[in-house]
């Protein structure tokens, strides 16, 4: 199963260009203030058994205008740390 998670670094014209992390989930929380909390899954496979299993995590996201409500789904990358814990912004709405 390929990840839908890219960090590389690449070269056009001399120049190196980090690329950046890039999600998508599920908005759960916008009780915050520019802030909306959202669930991101990912499917494992058990290495010995092969059983198939979801892992979930929880990202701070910042959202400049509190467009997004609970239940949105949301695409959103890396950017500089804004706050302790945030340091992603939302790109598009899915």
């Not at 010995?48 to 299993?53: D, G, S, V």
């Not at 979930?56 to 695409?75: A, I, L, P, R, T």
């Not at 959103?76 to 814990?85: G, M, N, T, V």
Request: proline share 2%.
């Amino acid at each position: 199963m390929q990840s839908n998670i890219t960090k590389t670094e690449k070269e056009i014209n001399n120049k190196k260009i980090a690329i950046k992390k890039k999600f998508d989930g599920i908005v759960i929380s916008d009780k915050m203030d520019k802030t909306i909390v959202v669930r991101v899954d990912r499917v494992k496979i058990h290495p010995k058994y092969k059983k198939r299993y979801t892992v979930s995590k929880k990202y701070k996201v910042h959202d400049e205008k509190n467009q997004f409500k609970e239940g949105d789904k949301v695409v959103f990358i890396e950017c500089r740390p804004l706050s302790k814990d945030k340091r992603w912004h939302v790109v598009k709405s899915s």
